[in-house]
């Protein structure tokens, strides 16, 4: 025998008698098994001058909270004094499954809780004995309100519609009556559930109709008072549940197999001192009766004790047959494919490694805001751990000449995929004061055998890369810099490593975009940011580590798992990006470098052939040295050379039309270009970025 615990209500985590009321065996039918766990309950008398009876019960489960004097009423959905039970003017007794379709007036049927309401007596004599149905406006007897004291009810010649908002309630109690009675003892009879509605008559034990009590369930969700209701019953009265309540998939999973054949009836992630209840969020991953996932951390919402391997425990019901589950962290639930026949899935199974990286950085910290160069911030002790840290342990025990003691979880912010504690200091000699060198302790977890890893890393006095980490040229605005969306490469300076374990490493984070990160082996001169599948206009926080590797080990805990601890020297570099399409422009400094891969002329060569220009009359206004005065002599005149040129709404282009050489402007220290093949022949100014037309 296996206990089937009921995680879905918090109130029930802290009673024991519950958890223990839902025993079943696996490899046998749910249907059976469901039907044996809420068969033979304490029979309540209908009516009784000795002892509670229906009357005293419907009173307290159905009071109102704000008038305990009163009850709801089932179908009018108004308050009504409890004392007026049995009066014509005021309530009586409401078999949701009507007395007339098998009940019979004969207990333990007859006075079931379960499907019992208070309802106004005139009411209760209009519905009758119509199954529950959606009303038909077609239909001749068709009356909305089904009576005129209970507003938001229907009816026609056959079927009675509740109010929405116990549709759900009148479902589920009817599934009960169900399952509860399968006639199987002498003063009970076997209630069918059916879509074959000229199946129901007096003369046998039908009522529906199913498909509709299928969707109302659906659409009208178990609500807090029902499942008060239902342990209300447990404990007061009849000493069984309505499963229907607890496990609402049981009536997909009994009633429409093809739809939804697979229902976990619990599912726990836990260790000997604490738990997850996980059963809504595999019932939520189940599709088309199939699930597929792999037992950890980031699948089941958490992790309820960090250093200690998980277990994992489900009782499923799949095609009518409970199966137990019994697996691990790691391990792979793949239902149906690895159900036996026996009835259980327990071991191993398809098992995933799980692994973390810790760091243990010294660091020298750079940021850039301009083309100039980057510019020192800072000496940093920097510490970086990978995965679901803030549901772990994590201590850091600094060595024994330290005047701190230990670095923990609440000291780390998580900056992307990453959680980081960074401590910064002015100079080295201040940061080795705080954090010297010798020998660090990383404790994830608990030290009882089953925890994941407890790093040892050994660090002394580093020397930092000698390359000063910068973002070579670019375009700058506002301390940013702008890169193209559809070119996000980025020149840095170029750093080689010491040795096979050195690694360039660089990424970003944002508010709205998350973060990420990559890597690469030291030595290339640019940065590729195309995996971020950029966003015009978004910032993006980025930075580039040199890391100088001195030390690296690997860890493996008692599953198997790995663990990586390095510790080593870092340049680091901290600047702001920003995806922008005027991050394509090239800038006067870069043009000045290298004009031919521009496709443009030396500067020098620039220079004569501006004199040639204005020699040949195509401008004149040379005057001392100074380009001051544009005028055009020869708008037809035969350019002296075609050539590129810029234009900033469209980029760089190459013309096949009337285009002078580029000049320069000694006068204000900046380059400028001649276009003629235009309806204006005119320069662009690069020290003013505008345009000059030609007069």
């Known amino acids: 025998m296996i206990s089937m615990f009921l995680w879905t209500m918090q109130s029930l985590l802290s009673n024991p008698e519950i958890r223990n009321y839902y025993v079943v065996d696996s490899n046998t039918t749910l249907r059976?098994?469901?039907?044996?766990?809420?068969?033979?309950?304490?029979?309540?008398?209908?009516?009784?001058?000795?002892?509670?009876?229906?009357?005293?019960?419907?009173?307290?489960?159905?009071?109102?909270?704000?008038?305990?004097?009163?009850?709801i009423l089932a179908y009018s959905r108004r308050s009504h004094p409890k004392s007026e039970s049995g009066l014509t003017s005021g309530w009586n007794r409401e078999h949701l499954w009507c007395n007339s379709y098998g009940l019979d007036s004969q207990e333990p049927a007859y006075s079931d809780l379960f499907n019992l309401m208070p309802a106004d007596w005139n009411v209760n004599s209009s519905r009758g004995n119509n199954f529950f149905d959606n009303s038909d406006p077609l239909d001749s007897s068709y009356n909305e309100p089904g009576f005129s004291e209970a507003p938001l009810t229907s009816r026609d010649s056959d079927s009675w519609e509740p109010p929405d908002e116990i549709k759900g309630d009148v479902a589920r109690a009817t599934f009960y009556m169900d399952l509860r009675y399968e006639g199987n003892a002498s003063d009970e009879v076997d209630l069918i559930i059916t879509?074959?509605?000229?199946?129901?008559?007096?003369?046998?034990?039908?009522?529906?109709?199913?498909?509709?009590?299928?969707?109302?369930?659906?659409?009208?969700?178990?609500?807090?008072?029902?499942?008060?209701?239902?342990?209300?019953?447990?404990?007061?009265?009849?000493?069984?549940?309505?499963?229907?309540?607890?496990?609402?998939?049981?009536?997909?999973?009994?009633?429409?197999?093809?739809?939804?054949?697979?229902?976990?009836?619990?599912a726990s992630y836990y260790t000997d001192n604490s738990s997850i209840d996980v059963t809504n969020l595999l019932n939520e991953n189940v599709s088309n009766g199939r699930i597929n996932m792999t037992i950890g951390n980031h699948t089941m919402g958490g992790d309820p004790e960090w250093g200690v391997v998980k277990s994992f425990y489900a009782l499923v019901a799949y095609e009518?047959?409970?199966?137990?589950?019994?697996?691990?962290?790691?391990?792979?639930?793949?239902?149906?494919?690895?159900?036996?026949?026996?009835?259980?899935?327990?071991?191993?199974?398809?098992?995933?490694?799980?692994?973390?990286?810790?760091?243990?950085?010294?660091s020298k910290s750079f940021t850039q805001q301009d083309i100039d160069a980057s510019v020192f911030r800072s000496y940093d002790l920097l510490l970086k751990s990978r995965g679901n840290f803030s549901s772990q342990v994590q201590t850091l025990n600094l060595p024994d000449v330290s005047s701190l003691s230990s670095i923990t979880?609440?000291?780390?912010?998580?900056?992307?995929?990453?959680?980081?504690?960074?401590?910064s200091f002015a100079s080295n000699a201040d940061l080795f004061s705080y954090y010297p060198s010798g020998e660090y302790n990383w404790n994830i977890g608990s030290s009882n055998g089953s925890n994941y890893v407890e790093h040892t890393l050994n660090t002394n006095e580093v020397e930092y890369p000698t390359i000063t980490p910068s973002v070579i040229g670019g375009k700058w605005e506002g301390g940013k810099l702008l890169v193209?969306?559809?070119?996000?490469?980025?020149?840095?300076?170029?750093?080689?490593?010491?040795?096979?374990?050195?690694?360039?490493?660089?990424?970003?984070?944002?508010?709205?975009?998350?973060?990420?990160?990559?890597?690469?082996?030291?030595?290339?001169s640019t940065i590729d940011f195309g995996w971020l599948s950029p966003i015009e206009g978004?910032?993006?926080?980025?930075?580039?580590?040199?890391?100088?590797?001195?030390?690296?080990?690997?860890?493996?805990?008692?599953?198997?798992?790995?663990?990586?601890?390095?510790?080593?020297?870092?340049?680091?570099?901290?600047?702001?990006?920003?995806?922008?399409?005027?991050?394509?422009?090239?800038?006067?400094?870069?043009?000045?470098?290298?004009?031919?891969?521009?496709?443009?002329?030396?500067?020098?060569?620039?220079?004569?052939?501006?004199?040639?220009?204005?020699?040949?009359?195509?401008?004149?206004?040379?005057?001392?040295?100074?380009?001051?005065?544009?005028?055009?002599?020869?708008?037809?005149?035969?350019?002296y050379t075609p050539s590129w040129f810029y234009m900033p709404d469209?980029?760089?282009?190459?013309?096949?039309?009337?285009?002078?050489?580029?000049?320069?402007?000694?006068?204000?220290?900046?380059?400028?270009?001649?276009?003629?093949?235009?309806?204006?022949?005119?320069?662009?100014?690069?020290?003013?970025?505008?345009?000059?037309?030609?007069?």
């Open 484 to 524: 193209d969306p559809l070119n996000p490469v980025i020149r840095v300076s170029q750093w080689s490593g010491s040795d096979a374990n050195d690694r360039l490493e660089w990424g970003y984070w944002t508010a709205s975009r998350g973060a990420g990160g990559a890597s690469s082996s030291p030595g290339g």
């Open 320 to 362: 009518g047959k409970i199966f137990n589950l019994n697996l691990f962290e790691g391990d792979q639930i793949n239902i149906p494919d690895n159900l036996d026949n026996g009835g259980s899935l327990s071991g191993e199974g398809s098992r995933s490694i799980i692994w973390n990286d810790t760091d243990l950085f010294y």
């Open 538 to 639: 978004q910032d993006y926080l980025v930075y580039l580590f040199y890391v100088d590797v001195l030390s690296e080990q690997q860890n493996t805990d008692l599953r198997g798992d790995r663990y990586n601890a390095r510790f080593g020297a870092v340049s680091a570099l901290y600047f702001t990006m920003t995806l922008s399409t005027r991050g394509s422009e090239p800038t006067l400094s870069e043009i000045l470098a290298d004009p031919s891969s521009f496709g443009l002329v030396s500067q020098s060569d620039a220079y004569a052939s501006e004199r040639a220009a204005f020699e040949r009359g195509y401008i004149q206004g040379f005057y001392d040295g100074n380009l001051s005065v544009i005028q055009n002599q020869d708008s037809n005149a035969t350019p």
């Open 195 to 266: 879509d074959d509605i000229s199946l129901i008559t007096t003369d046998n034990t039908r009522f529906g109709k199913l498909s509709t009590l299928i969707e109302w369930h659906q659409e009208d969700p178990v609500s807090e008072e029902e499942r008060t209701r239902n342990q209300l019953i447990a404990e007061n009265y009849q000493q069984n549940r309505n499963p229907f309540i607890d496990f609402p998939e049981l009536v997909l999973a009994l009633h429409d197999s093809t739809n939804h054949s697979l229902v976990f009836l619990t």
């Open 32 to 71: 059976a098994s469901m039907h044996d766990l809420i068969d033979d309950h304490k029979v309540v008398p209908y009516t009784s001058s000795s002892r509670d009876d229906v009357w005293d019960a419907l009173k307290y489960l159905f009071k109102d909270s704000s008038n305990t004097d009163n009850v």
């Open 409 to 423: 979880n609440e000291q780390f912010v998580k900056e992307g995929s990453h959680y980081i504690f960074e401590h």
């Open 650 to 695: 469209r980029g760089w282009m190459w013309s096949q039309k009337d285009v002078y050489p580029w000049f320069y402007d000694k006068k204000s220290s900046n380059w400028m270009y001649f276009q003629s093949g235009h309806e204006n022949p005119r320069f662009y100014h690069y020290g003013t970025k505008e345009w000059m037309t030609l007069e």
